[in-house]
C-alpha cells in the first residue's frame, strides 16, 4: 500500500507529511496491499488528481477543488472517512463520515510531545504567499517569527508546536496548532480563498473559520492573486476588492522601525510591505481561538477506530 503524496515544486509540509504519518499509524503497510492506494492527508479528493483503474483507500481526505469524484464504484473506492462534514455531503456520504484531518494525529507522535515553546509568536502563510510574496520581511516589524509552509514537514511541524500563538494564513497551519493547543488566529490575503476546505475541517471539531484580511506583500503577490497592491489595480484583478491600507502616520511609524537597520533593499521592502505588517501586527493581539478539547479527542477517538478498522480488512 503506498499513501497519495501531492508532490508540489515547492514544497508544502501539510501534503508532505504523508511520506511518514502513515508509517506511524499504520506501521507495515508498505508490505500490504501493493495494489491499493492511500489517499490521506490533503485537498485531494478531485478525479483529476487520483489515478482511474486503481483500488483507493481514503481516510481522512477533503475535497474543494473541481468536480467531486464518483466513488459509487466499491471496487475501485474504499472511503473509511472524509475531512469534515462538507466533504462527506459534496459525495453523498453520511454527515459522521467528516471526522477530522488526519494530520491531527500528529501531535500524538512521540518526537512531537513536550516540545519547549521558543516563539513567542509566529506566522505560517499559504504556501502561494510564501512564494510571491516578502513575509519574512513584513512579519520582522511586527515582531512575529515566519515560519516558511515549504520547508521540511517535520522542521514546520517542531516549530508550531514550539509556538505560543499562531497566526496562520496555511490551514495546516492552525491544524496543528490546534491539535498542539496552541491559540491561533487565522488570516487571508485573498478575498477569493477557497474557504469551503477550512470551514469543513473547522466544523469538523467545533472552531469558527473567520479569517482577518491582510493585504498582498508584492506586486507579484497581486498579480498571482488578483488582487490590489497600494491600491492598484492589476490584469484581472477583482473589481471589487477592497484597498484597506493605513494611514500615512501609521506607514511612516512602521517605516521608521524598518530603517532601523538592514539593507537599502530590504528596508525598501519592508516600507513596501507596511500594510501588510500592521495587519500581521493586528492579527497577532487579536483573540485567538482553540476547539474545545472534548471535541478534539472525541474525533481523535473516532478516527483511531476507523485506523483499528482498516487493520482488521487490510493487515
Known sequence: MKPYHWESHHGNFGDDLNLWLWDYLLPGLRDSHPDVLLVGVGTVLNPVLLPTGTRKLVIGSGYGYGMPPDITNTAEWDVRCVRGPLTAAKLNLPTEMGIVDPAVMVADMPEFRNQPKRYKKTFIPHW????????????????????????????????????????AE????????????????????????????????????????????????????????????????????QENAPAPYPGADTVATLSRQATSGGSFRS??????????????????????????????????ERFMQVIEGVRRDYF
Open 128 to 167: 502561494e504567499s510564501a512564494e510571491f510574496g516578502i513575509w519574512k520581511q513584513a512579519c520582522e516589524p511586527a515582531g512575529l517569527t515566519y515560519l516558511d509552509p515549504r520547508e521540511e514537514a517535520k522542521s514546520v511541524i517542531t516549530r508550531i508546536a514550539q509556538s505560543e500563538f499562531i497566526v
Open 170 to 237: 496555511s490551514m495546516h497551519g492552525a491544524i496543528l496548532a490546534d491539535a498542539f493547543r496552541v491559540p491561533w488566529v487565522a488570516v487571508s490575503t485573498s478575498r477569493s480563498i477557497n474557504n469551503f476546505k477550512w470551514t469543513d475541517w473547522a466544523s469538523s471539531v467545533g472552531a469558527t473559520y473567520a479569517p482577518r484580511y491582510v493585504p498582498v506583500s508584492t506586486r507579484a503577490e497581486a498579480v498571482r492573486k488578483q488582487s490590489r497592491f497600494w491600491g492598484l489595480k492589476f490584469p484581472n484583478a
Open 267 to 300: 528596508v525598501a521592502k519592508q516600507m513596501l510591505a507596511a500594510p501588510s505588517t500592521l495587519a500581521l501586527w493586528q492579527a497577532s493581539r487579536a483573540e485567538p481561538q482553540l476547539s474545545p478539547d472534548g471535541a478534539l479527542e472525541a474525533k481523535k
